[in-house]
């Protein structure tokens, strides 16, 4: 019999089958995947369960069709597996309270990118009214639909925002990201009424919102919508990448890859470099092409 992962501590595993939810252990052996990571199975996960003396186990894991990861600490080369088989990521943003570096918008989105999951960003809090708010809102509805993203200016408190987004993830599994207190706790429970989620409140002297969930895990709605949240998960890596596929993540850089006069071009002191060209022009946003200057010291350091 299968079923799907929808929490993960590391000793035991909630597992959804035949539409009600149950507890799991993993048998001892299992079928090694492919990334090397710290933990063997993860929430979205298809597994195979065995019922025997009345436990649950997991004796395999279907084949995935992406995977999301962070890195467990920065120099290592060990990885946290944190969601699998997700249909649409929502990457959270909030211009204020707390705020929401670009680099971190730049960065989930080309983690995306790399593992061919579709990607929507909310821009959430917009009943929040301030003028250094608004100013970097605007930027940010203006810069992504250029590029090709999906942006949109919400607030998790506005009935009529949370039915369009109802619309949005209705029978799909959908991960929620974003930096700490910007909201997905908040727009769980607006979705999922009697999910009962712990929102946070944000000491008003930082506003920097603190972890009040600590699991990456599935909630559960109507009509097989399955939500996970991932709070308190900053840093989503990418695995496997090496320095020249970087661009090929940032949209507005992969059409003009083939003009750079060097096919192993970095885009960073080449000659006639037509990324660095588009930067100039101002064809691409030097934010988002020093975030990609980011990525990339980030992906060569071995
Ligand atoms: N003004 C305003 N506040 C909001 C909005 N959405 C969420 N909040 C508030 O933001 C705070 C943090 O929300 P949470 O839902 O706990 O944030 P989170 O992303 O789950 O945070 P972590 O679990 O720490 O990752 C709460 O006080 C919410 O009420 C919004 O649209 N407008
Ligand atoms: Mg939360
Ligand atoms: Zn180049």
């Known amino acids: 019999m299968k079923g799907i992962v929808t929490k993960s501590t590391g000793s035991w595993y909630r597992v959804l089958l035949d539409g009600k939810e149950v507890e799991a252990r993993l048998r001892g052996k299992i079928r090694t995947l492919e990334i090397k990571s710290t933990n063997p199975v993860v929430v979205g996960d298809e597994v195979t369960l065995e019922y025997n003396a009345q436990e649950y186990t997991i004796s395999a894991i279907s084949e995935r069709h992406n995977c999301i990861v962070r890195k467990s600490n920065k ?117 999922l009424p009697g999910s009962n989620q712990k929102v946070n409140t944000i000491s008003a002297s930082y506003d920097k919102g603190r972890h009040t969930t600590t699991f990456a895990q599935m909630f559960l709605g109507e009509n097989n919508t399955r939500i996970i949240d991932t709070p308190g998960i900053k840093d989503f890596g990418m695995v496997h990448t090496e320095p020249n596929q970087v661009s090929h993540y940032f949209p507005e850089m992969k059409n003009l890859l083939s003009q750079c006069k060097f096919s192993n071009c970095l885009h960073t002191e080449e000659p006639e470099c037509r990324i660095i060209q588009a930067v100039e022009k101002g064809e691409i946003s030097v934010s988002r092409y020093v975030n990609y200057l980011g990525i990339l010291e980030e992906v060569s350091i071995k």
């Open 75 to 191: 120099l290592s080369k060990q990885y946290q597996l944190i969601a699998a088989n997700i249909d649409h990521a929502f990457l959270i943003a909030s211009p204020a309270k707390p705020h929401t570096p670009q680099g971190f918008i730049d960065r989930f989105l080309a983690t995306a990118e790399a593992y061919h999951i579709p990607v929507s960003i909310f821009l959430n809090k917009k009943d929040l009214d301030s003028r250094k708010a608004n100013t970097h809102r605007k930027m940010l509805l203006e810069l992504y639909p250029n590029i090709g993203y999906d942006i949109q200016n919400v607030s998790f408190l506005d009935p009529n925002d949370i039915a369009q987004i109802k619309i949005q993830v209705a029978q799909k599994s959908v991960l929620l990201a974003g930096n700490s207190g910007v909201g997905k706790s908040t727009l769980i429970n607006a979705l």
